[in-house]
């Protein structure tokens, strides 16, 4: 069980937009910066975004992150069949005093 | 460019000991924080444990505290993830990660290595 709670998998067509969403508690996102990240099958994880909102140098304005209260928001426009993969959310947990990441959900580009 | 070689992975009995390393490589290795994040076959990213850039302060998931340990040696530009008492459960692909720095801080695992796979059965 995950502290941070992810829906197991999205959907959508080419082009399209998709969501997803990771909501924790005020421990972990409520106080702390949000990352995501993407993982393609087969391959290490990569940075997509950091502190809740921000795309490293090379990541397209395709990725978009958004966060309220104690949940964190990645928005996906124009998706690409490039783009299915799992995607995770991570931050600091300061009750914890450990790093933690949601379950990761899993997108697919029909 | 970041570059970051996981070594040391294998398959080791319950309970006996393994040691991870991390090469690093393309930055000041010593300026920066280092993480390790393992992931089970079929499963989700867990986050292990952390070590600040001058090793000042580590941290570490409650499911391995008590039984890894994480270091760093700089002349070697290398990070290490001492694990003893291995279970079953640690069975997974070992990822070492550099902090990613940015105007909030440097916390965030942002550049990974391909990992070490590591095997614990009898």
């Known amino acids: 069980q995950s502290v941070l709670t992810q829906p197991p998998s999205v959907s959508a067509a080419p082009g399209q937009k998709v969501t997803i969403s990771c909501s924790g508690s005020?421990?972990?996102?409520?106080?702390?910066?949000v990352s995501w990240y993407q993982q393609l099958p087969g391959t290490a994880p990569k940075l997509l975004i950091f502190?809740?909102?921000k795309r490293p140098s090379g990541i397209p304005d395709r990725f978009s992150g958004s966060k309220s209260g104690t949940s964190v928001t990645l928005g996906i426009t124009g998706l690409q069949t490039g783009d299915e993969a799992d995607y995770y959310c991570?931050?600091?947990?300061?009750?914890?005093?450990?790093?933690?990441f949601g379950g990761g959900t899993k997108l697919t580009v029909l | 460019q970041v570059q970051l070689v996981e070594s040391g992975g294998g398959v080791v009995q319950p309970g006996r000991s393994l040691r991870l390393s991390c090469a690093a490589s393309?930055?000041?290795?010593?300026?920066?924080?280092m993480h390790w994040v393992r992931q089970a076959p079929g499963k989700g990213l867990e986050w292990v444990a952390v070590?600040?850039?001058?090793?000042?302060?580590?941290s570490y998931a409650d499911s391995v505290k008590g039984r890894f340990t994480i270091s760093r040696d700089i002349s070697k530009n290398t990070l290490y993830l001492q694990m003893n008492s291995l279970k079953a459960e640690d069975t997974a692909l070992y990822y070492c990660?550099?902090?990613?720095?940015?105007?909030?801080?440097?916390?965030?695992?942002?550049?990974w290595g391909q990992g070490t796979l590591v095997t614990v059965s009898s």
């Open positions: 990660a550099r902090v990613y720095c940015s105007g909030g801080g440097c916390f965030t695992p942002g550049y």
């Open positions: 005020s421990s972990n996102i409520g106080n702390n910066y």
């Open positions: 502190e809740n909102n």
């Open positions: 070590i600040w850039y001058d090793g000042s302060k580590k």
């Open positions: 991570g931050t600091w947990d300061a009750s914890l005093g450990a790093g933690v």
């Open positions: 393309g930055f000041s290795f010593s300026n920066y924080g």
